[in-house]
């Protein structure tokens, strides 16, 4: 019979695994939403972000949420963090494995496409602003080596990168399990069967 901790790694690692399907999905849909979807600058950028932020942090608080309800609605801060942190490490790589055979397999030019339209609504705007040609061009210059320097998957690269993201996640984990520890009571019984007063 497993007991409390294996329970919860293993359910961390399972609700990790979907939690990561929703956040592949919501990626994709970004990198259509601008490549496709968006005519303008700020509707481009704001759009992903509010997805990638209050979407995502939701749907992390819901899986937070049923994690805890099926190991018995109880668990130490460690317990939680141990549990939270396996379900964020294991949406993060299997988030991380599909964008890597999406770009590779689905959309190759997945980079390019979304510089063109990045350049392309940042330029519109500028214009629209009356800005200088030099500080377009300035500004252009910027968002294709921002790009550009994404297409960098150097193994020294990937290796910093994927340090980098597994402590951000630990910290995540650590803020989420302060906000969804919960201790067991001290009784299980009602008060009156667990502290019953003495019969004279």
């Given amino acids: 019979m ?13 609700a ?25 600058f700020w509707p481009m950028v704001l759009v992903p972000f509010c997805v990638s932020v209050i979407v995502e942090i939701g749907v992390a608080i819901l899986f937070c949420n049923d994690l805890r309800k099926k190991i018995g609605g109880f ?5 939680a963090t141990t549990g939270i942190f396996i ?16 770009s590779k397999v689905v959309e190759p030019n997945m980079l390019d496409k979304m510089k063109t339209a990045m350049v392309s609504a940042t330029t519109d705007m500028m214009q629209k602003q009356n800005a ?3 500080k377009i061009d300035e500004s252009i210059a910027k968002t294709e080596k921002s790009f550009d320097d994404q297409k960098d998957q150097s193994i020294g690269k990937i290796a910093k990168s ?5 402590i951000v996640i630990f910290v995540f984990a650590l803020i989420f399990a302060a906000f969804y520890k919960k201790e067991k009571p001290l009784y299980d019984l009602p008060l009156d069967e667990a502290d019953p007063t003495p019969v004279v």
């Fill in 132 to 134: 200088s040609q030099d």
């Fill in 75 to 79: 668990w130490t801060f460690r317990q």
């Fill in 162 to 166: 994927l340090g980098i993201s597994i």
């Fill in 2 to 14: 497993e007991n409390l901790d294996q329970l919860i790694k293993k359910n961390g690692a399972t």
């Fill in 16 to 40: 990790g695994l979907l939690l990561g399907v929703i956040v592949l999905a919501l990626g994709i849909f970004d990198f259509y939403y601008m490549t496709t979807m968006a005519t303008s």
């Fill in 87 to 102: 379900m964020f490490l294991v949406a993060y790589l299997v988030s991380y494995a599909g964008n890597m055979v999406f």
